[in-house]
């Protein structure tokens, strides 16, 4: 998991140089394609219950599953997020950046951007054995909503290992000591939806992208994070 992990983190890397005005999202899947192969691992969205393609793209006011299109020409002032998934021998890795476009973002979007990274790391920070799922949810929920922004209920964090979704799901929100208790060994990914208005959103008639009910921003981040006998171990950093 650690190598599909790192698979994860290179390609996103790679996509986040692409990210500019006048590119389109087909373009950063042609790039994110081509180096998943050249690493000898398989996409793990692509084909994934009928998605067509290796990333996920969604902008600005898409939450997550936007679909790459060479139609989707990304502007001065956007943010994307991009969210990929490897296999590795099996072995799954799944993490997610949202980026901006260019240099002039609206000051909110800066600080959403900001606020989704640190309440990820914020429920990072809660992973270790003996703590519970509702710990990370408040942590990350804590941060958010702090900033005045709100957390998506309608999609969830979740196990990951030799498929990509597995039990438990792990939400964004929750009280701190309640549901499960973490152990060593369990490797889970951690992927706070932060809109900047409401928290409720919807999907568009491509049965995929999800949007923010009231048009707002939203922004995502995601890790895969392995518990160990002492924390947490971020494997797709
Ligand atoms: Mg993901
Ligand atoms: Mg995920």
Known sequence: MRRAGKVVREVLELVRGHVKPGATTADL??????????LGAKPAFKGYHGFPCVLCTSINQEVVHGIPSKKRVLKEGDIVSVDCGAIVDGYYGDAAITVP??????????????????SLYAGIAAVKPGATLGDIGAAVQG?????????????VGHGIGSHMHEDPQVPNFGEAGSGMRLKAGMVIAIEPMVNAGKP???????????????????AHFEHTVAVTDTGAKVLTE
């Open 29 to 38: 899947e042609r790039v994110a394609e081509a180096r998943i192969s050249e």
């Open 101 to 118: 476009v260019g240099e002039k973002i609206a000051p909110d979007t800066v600080r959403l951007l900001a606020a989704t990274e640190k």
């Open 143 to 155: 941060v958010v909503e702090a900033e005045g922004f709100s957390v998506v209920r309608d999609f």
């Open 200 to 218: 409720d959103v919807r999907v568009l008639r491509d049965g995929w992208t999800a949007v923010t009910n009231d048009g707002s921003m939203s």
